[in-house]
């Protein structure tokens, strides 16, 4: 090289040497000086040094990161990364030095790369395809010019300020033109157990992408985002808390904008440290962008970096950094999604329908978010956590709605982890939730909460249903507002009402095997029966340990007719409990009487929490008596199971007899309608 502070050091895996390759002829073509290992190591160079010598001479270092780089824990090319990372800290932040490079659509989040490399803008070159637009830009940070082709300012849509306008309708044209070809060929040839399983259960659903996740990106609407997991860059990695938290608030706002499409955090978040690509979450989710980031806090400090990504073809359409007081958090957070918002041409409602909620106590935002981490992990020991953190931020902050909201909500899940069973739970989340609405009306989750309490508490549907009509009416992309709704609604209403809700859950929060387990519960319960064994295999093959969907499979195939499949799926459940319910009703359909009243024998003996289900198996065995003795315990010990009561087909011995309608008019149920 014949001026080294002048020249561009590329640093890649061994696997993606071709990809470097590309990008650094493109380079060289445009008469920038690249030092490349492959071609300037000759025999005898101490390689070793001179590598670390060409990291602290040159003027500009790419880093070509990729799924081959993220899934290397070890590698040459992370001591050359660490070496510039650590030169960054001598050299102004005014400068650029960093110039990350993406040969596929690895997103920020599972990429594994240092903070300064998190901190910057990327450019995607697939396969290290380069336009000339960028290396003009590279050119243009080493003060140079460097010779263009015409046109060049068209293929540079990924260098940030190059136009992306021409580029993204190609895009276009060209899906247009697949979408006519598509539809040429096309024209040629537990009960309800909501509260039982919740967020933590629901994140398992997507432990690797779903299978086709690879093919063409289906016709999504320009509208829509997905807002992944921001990464913690802290120095200790201790702010997960509260990087998980700055991503769920900007879903949260994002939802609120009309019009947009932004999957809720269960499907957005169960990619988190997997080292998949932008394009694959994208497919996945059903969206054409994608938004992600980083932030770095220490102390008081914290920097928060964000960009937002076409799925299509990986171009940066916006990125900022903001070097702020963590005090200026929510501020942050309104740039950002007025910055989205504004990419994508929509408006953004006004964010005095968040001030509300907040608080002006940074301490109390901080024990917030730390609660609410905890309460997203959905274990018996996270939710005891969880309860002082709110209470200690409601100390510091007795004004602060959104976590009355949460605490509310807290309750809910710890009744459902067996805490608190005998009502105190859902007391406490009733007078919580009742607290948030008065602070802030305008608040769903107060609403959602209260609903949750009225429901499975108070046995008061239309009050839940009304809190609920309330939550959709604040926030329509809701997803466990349409879940909860679906089941008032199947409940207490029409069935085919009841599938639409469950369907407009899915599609809110397509990777949430919760929600795919209810449709395909509403949809047994509708006679359906085609449908739900049809979308419950497909559940079952994304995740074959997800709780209880082999035991819905199974139910549903005994309302067809199978029981041999039917005690197959049951045997087949890996969830204890799931389990303990489908296996005496397998082995009784199968006339295994023995071993079914052992089954039944077993799951009375530890039935807290399960009273309606053992209530479904007396009823299925055809013992009216002890069946009616279990309903009423399932009634007074508020068995969530117990809004089924209508529709269970294990329990159809049991209607016409007196004592069923006394059952559903101590419950407040109207009968189910005629035409339904």
């Keep these: 090289m014949s ?46 040094q001179k590598i670390r010598a060409q990291i602290q001479d040159c003027a500009l270092f790419i880093p070509v990161i990729s799924a081959n780089t993220a ?23 005014t400068k650029t030095f960093i110039v990350p490079v993406s040969v596929d659509q690895t997103p920020l989040a599972g990429a594994d790369v240092p903070e300064s490399f998190a901190r910057v803008q990327w450019t995607r070159l697939p396969g290290g395809a380069t336009p000339p637009g960028f290396a003009q830009r590279v050119a243009t940070l080493l003060g140079a010019s460097a010779p263009v082709a015409p046109g060049a300012a068209l293929a540079a849509a990924a260098v940030p300020g190059a136009p992306a306008r021409s580029a993204r309708a190609r895009w276009a044209l060209i899906a247009a033109a697949v979408a006519v070809l598509i539809v040429a060929v096309l024209i040629a040839v537990r009960p309800w157990r909501l509260l039982a ?34 990464t913690d860059m802290s120095e200790r990695h201790d702010q997960e808390y509260f990087s998980d938290g700055l991503a769920e608030e900007l879903i ?120 609410q981490y905890r309460v997203a992990r959905d274990t018996v020991p996270d939710l005891e956590q969880a309860v002082p953190l709110y209470r200690e931020a409601l100390r510091l902050d007795p004004n602060y709605a959104a976590a009355w909201a949460a605490l509310g909500y807290c309750y809910t899940r710890r009744a459902a982890n067996g805490l608190e069973t005998t009502g105190v739970a859902f007391r406490e989340a009733s007078a919580s939730a009742t607290r948030a609405i008065g602070l802030d009306p305008q608040l769903p989750e107060g609403y959602l909460a209260l609903a949750v309490a009225k429901m499975q508490y108070q046995l008061d549907w239309a009050g839940g249903i009304e809190a609920l009509e309330k939550v959709m009416k604040l926030d329509p992309n809701n997803a466990l507002g349409e879940q909860i709704l679906g089941h008032l609604t199947g409940g207490t209403g029409r069935m085919s009402d009841a599938i639409g809700h469950f369907r407009r859950s899915v599609d809110l929060d397509p990777l949430n095997l919760l929600h795919r387990k209810y449709l395909g519960r509403a949809l047994h319960y509708a006679r359906r029966t085609d449908e739900a064994e049809s979308l419950l295999r497909a559940a079952i093959a994304e995740n074959v340990t997800f709780p209880g969907l082999h035991y819905e499979l199974g139910r549903t195939l005994l309302l067809k007719g199978d029981a041999k499949g039917a005690l197959s799926a049951f045997e087949a459940e890996t969830d204890p409990s799931w389990r303990s319910f489908g296996l005496p009703l397998g082995y009784f359909a199968n006339h295994r009487t023995p071993e079914a009243r052992a089954a039944l024998k077993a799951l009375t003996a530890k039935s807290t929490g399960s009273e309606f289900q053992v209530a479904e198996t007396y009823g299925f065995f055809g013992d009216t008596g002890q069946a009616f003795v279990w309903l009423d315990r399932a009634v007074t010990l508020h068995d969530p199971g117990i809004i089924w009561l209508r529709r269970d087909a294990l329990l159809p011995g049991i209607q016409a007899d007196p004592r069923y309608s006394a059952l559903l008019a101590r419950v407040g149920m109207p009968p189910v309608p005629q035409d339904d």
């Excluded at 050091?9 to 993606?16: C, G, K």
């Excluded at 968040?354 to 901080?366: D, K, M, V, W």
Aim: aromatic residues 6%; glycine residues 6%.
């Design 3 to 48: 001026d080294s502070s002048r020249a561009v050091f590329i640093s890649y895996a061994s696997q993606d040497a071709d990809a470097a390759r590309r990008i650094c002829e493109a380079l060289r073509a445009a008469g920038i000086e690249v030092w490349l290992d492959q071609s300037e190591l000759r025999g005898g160079d101490a390689w070793d």
């Design 197 to 230: 399983e919740g967020p933590h259960a629901a994140a398992q659903s997507a432990a690797a992408v779903p299978a086709g996740a690879a093919a063409a990106l289906p016709a999504v609407s320009e509208k829509s985002v997905a807002v992944l997991p921001f």
């Design 71 to 93: 899934q290397r824990p070890e590698g040459y090319f992370r001591l050359e990364w660490s070496l510039a990372d650590q030169r960054t800290q001598r050299i102004s932040r």
């Design 252 to 371: 949260d706002a994002l939802a609120k904008v009309p019009q947009l499409r932004v999957p809720a955090r269960t499907s957005s978040f169960s990619f988190k440290g997997k080292a998949v690509t932008v394009g694959e979450i994208a497919r996945a989710l059903g969206v054409s962008h994608v938004l992600e980031g980083s932030v770095r806090k220490s102390g008081d400090h914290m920097r928060i970096t964000a960009q937002l990504i076409r799925a299509d073809d990986g171009f940066h359409l916006w990125s900022q950094t903001y070097d702020r007081d963590v005090r200026d958090v929510f501020a942050v957070q309104d740039d950002i999604a007025r910055a989205v918002a504004g990419e994508l041409k929509l408006a953004l409602m006004s964010v005095g329908s968040l001030a509300g909620a907040r608080t002006s106590n940074i301490e109390a935002h901080n024990l917030y978010l730390q609660a």
